[in-house]
């Protein structure tokens, strides 16, 4: 079982919750492949197993009515996720716009 959280159609903080289908390759990219709905501005959310991990990102629904498919959604896995994050932000500003201060990161 997974969950998802996202703003869809502007909606805040929506909670969906769906099933893990599969782990496949999606045009060449390794992807979950889940039941949790995914609507426009859902994408970009955490994917949650039921411990509280974060294992992916919600990215796209690949399914509609108008090719036969339902709940055809996909996420990212979260461990090529964390391989894209700077362990570090050089030049980094502080919240009230100061100058940049050193990461320590």
Same mark, same amino acid.
């Given at each position: 079982?997974?969950?998802?959280? %996202?703003? @869809? !159609?502007?909606?805040?903080?929506?909670?969906?919750? #769906?099933?893990?289908? *599969? +782990?496949?390759?999606?045009?060449?990219?390794?992807?979950?492949?889940?039941?949790?709905?995914?609507?426009?501005?859902?994408? %970009?959310? @955490? !994917?949650?197993?039921?411990?509280?991990?974060?294992? #992916?990102?919600?990215? *796209? +629904?690949?399914?509609?009515?108008?090719?036969?498919?339902?709940?055809?959604?996909?996420?990212?896995?979260?461990?090529?996720?964390?391989?894209?994050?700077?362990?570090?932000?050089?030049?980094?500003?502080?919240?009230?716009?100061?100058?940049?201060?050193?990461?320590?990161?």
């Amino acid at each position: 079982r997974v969950v998802s959280i %996202g703003n @869809p !159609l502007g909606l805040d903080y929506t909670l969906t919750d #769906g099933i893990v289908s *599969a +782990r496949r390759m999606w045009e060449s990219r390794p992807m979950i492949q889940m039941s949790a709905p995914v609507s426009p501005g859902n994408s %970009g959310g @955490p !994917l949650f197993n039921l411990r509280g991990e974060v294992i #992916g990102v919600t990215t *796209a +629904r690949a399914g509609s009515v108008w090719n036969g498919a339902e709940n055809l959604n996909l996420a990212v896995p979260s461990n090529l996720v964390r391989r894209l994050i700077q362990p570090h932000y050089p030049g980094r500003r502080r919240l009230n716009g100061d100058a940049a201060v050193p990461s320590r990161w």
